[in-house]
């Protein structure tokens, strides 16, 4: 498969699920369950993609770090046990880890409540020429803070400045923000892994009946599994929000894990090829310069 086939494929795939403008979104739109038309069956044929995808990733990768201009950043936000763990490892598994950083957002360290609630994301973006990934993100802000008012309350804001229109102002802040990453070279891309209640049961049963798995289980995840409902109004509403042409959302259905790896391969793919991404090339005065080495190197004859 060449390398426009691969892309087509990327841009097609990706098309249903990639939301740029909010208005008319709803997340019941799109069913966890999807998996495009691909059959059960057709599982390898998926995989096969995604090994190739993963294969451009790695050159794309590298043409964004040798020519040192742009950064992306990769938001990651789902419910518990949608696979954001997973996919992170799967689909970055090609890329050269000097040129890509990982952060791992929890609830905030008392460090963190002293500042604004983009300080630590902000101060974590990815440098030019590599790609950044945030496992949850200040969309938390918009999440787990408006499920859970009491965590609003503990952030040591002015009173004054916590108002019925709190959600609206962050949707606001936090659209500047990524308009103003988007006009300095960092392209943004955000994926919502959307994963069913049902498929969220079975993942967590499997976790506690399986020893190697236990590890993962923890019991919070169950008792925040009771405002589920709750969590898919915060999203939807984020999503229709925070949605752009430059930092859109992709909501990648997550109940089959095969599938939600290769939507998002895809658009990693089609993102990191939107930039144009090209090494850089030299000047005459460079490539004089290593002529020049060469004849040192060579002693002017060719030989070492
Ligand atoms: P996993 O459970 O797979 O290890 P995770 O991303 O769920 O991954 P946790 O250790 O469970 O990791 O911690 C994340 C928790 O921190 C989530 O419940 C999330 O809602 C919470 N969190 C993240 N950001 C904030 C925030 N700004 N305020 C309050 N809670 C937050
Ligand atoms: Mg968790």
Same mark, same amino acid.
């Given at each position: 498969?060449?390398?426009?086939?691969?892309?087509?494929?990327?841009? =097609?795939?990706?098309?249903?699920?990639?939301?740029?403008?909010?208005?008319?979104?709803?997340?019941?739109?799109?069913?966890?369950?999807?998996?495009?038309?691909?059959?059960?069956?057709?599982?390898? /044929?998926?995989?096969?993609?995604?090994?190739?995808?993963?294969?451009?990733?790695?050159?794309?990768?590298?043409?964004?770090?040798?020519?040192?201009?742009? %950064?992306?950043?990769?938001?990651?936000?789902?419910?518990?046990?949608?696979?954001?763990?997973?996919?992170?490892?799967?689909?970055?598994?090609?890329?050269?880890?000097?040129?890509?950083?990982?952060?791992?957002?929890?609830?905030?360290?008392?460090?963190?409540?002293?500042?604004?609630?983009?300080?630590?994301?902000?101060?974590?973006?990815?440098?030019?020429?590599?790609?950044?990934?945030?496992?949850?993100?200040?969309?938390?802000?918009?999440?787990?803070?408006?499920?859970?008012?009491?965590?609003?309350?503990?952030?040591?804001?002015?009173?004054?400045?916590?108002?019925?229109?709190?959600?609206?102002?962050?949707?606001?802040?936090?659209?500047?923000?990524?308009?103003?990453?988007? =006009?300095?070279?960092?392209?943004? /891309?955000?994926?919502?892994?959307?994963?069913?209640?049902?498929?969220?049961? =079975?993942?967590?049963?499997?976790?506690?009946?399986?020893?190697?798995?236990?590890?993962?289980?923890?019991? %919070?995840?169950?008792?925040?599994?009771?405002?589920?409902?709750?969590?898919?109004?915060?999203?939807?509403?984020?999503? /229709?929000?925070?949605?752009?042409?430059?930092?859109?959302?992709?909501?990648?259905?997550?109940?089959?894990?095969?599938?939600?790896?290769?939507?998002?391969?895809?658009?990693?793919?089609?993102?990191?090829?939107?930039?144009?991404?090209?090494?850089?090339?030299?000047?005459?005065?460079?490539?004089?310069?290593? /002529?020049?080495?060469?004849?040192?190197?060579?002693?002017?004859?060719?030989?070492?």
């Amino acid at each position: 498969m060449d390398t426009d086939q691969l892309l087509a494929d990327a841009r =097609r795939l990706i098309k249903p699920y990639r939301i740029e403008d909010g208005d008319h979104f709803r997340l019941k739109d799109i069913d966890p369950g999807d998996t495009a038309d691909f059959d059960d069956d057709e599982k390898p /044929r998926a995989k096969e993609w995604l090994g190739r995808g993963i294969e451009a990733l790695a050159g794309l990768q590298d043409r964004l770090y040798a020519q040192d201009r742009w %950064a992306v950043l990769l938001i990651f936000q789902a419910m518990d046990a949608a696979g954001k763990d997973g996919v992170i490892k799967h689909v970055m598994s090609g890329i050269n880890p000097q040129g890509c950083q990982v952060f791992s957002f929890k609830a905030p360290t008392s460090e963190e409540l002293d500042h604004d609630y983009l300080w630590r994301c902000l101060r974590n973006l990815p440098e030019r020429g590599r790609i950044g990934i945030f496992n949850r993100s200040y969309y938390e802000e918009t999440l787990v803070v408006r499920v859970h008012p009491e965590i609003l309350a503990r952030q040591q804001l002015p009173p004054e400045l916590v108002t019925k229109d709190i959600w609206k102002e962050r949707f606001q802040d936090i659209r500047a923000v990524e308009r103003f990453l988007s =006009r300095n070279g960092v392209l943004v /891309r955000k994926f919502f892994l959307h994963v069913s209640k049902k498929e969220q049961k =079975r993942r967590f049963l499997e976790r506690i009946d399986h020893p190697e798995k236990n590890w993962k289980f923890s019991l %919070a995840d169950v008792a925040e599994r009771d405002h589920f409902d709750e969590y898919m109004e915060a999203y939807e509403d984020a999503i /229709r929000e925070t949605a752009s042409e430059d930092a859109p959302w992709f909501v990648v259905p997550a109940d089959n894990k095969w599938f939600t790896r290769l939507i998002v391969g895809a658009a990693v793919v089609d993102a990191l090829t939107s930039l144009k991404l090209a090494y850089p090339t030299l000047g005459p005065d460079k490539l004089a310069e290593l /002529r020049a080495a060469r004849e040192r190197l060579t002693g002017g004859n060719g030989k070492s």
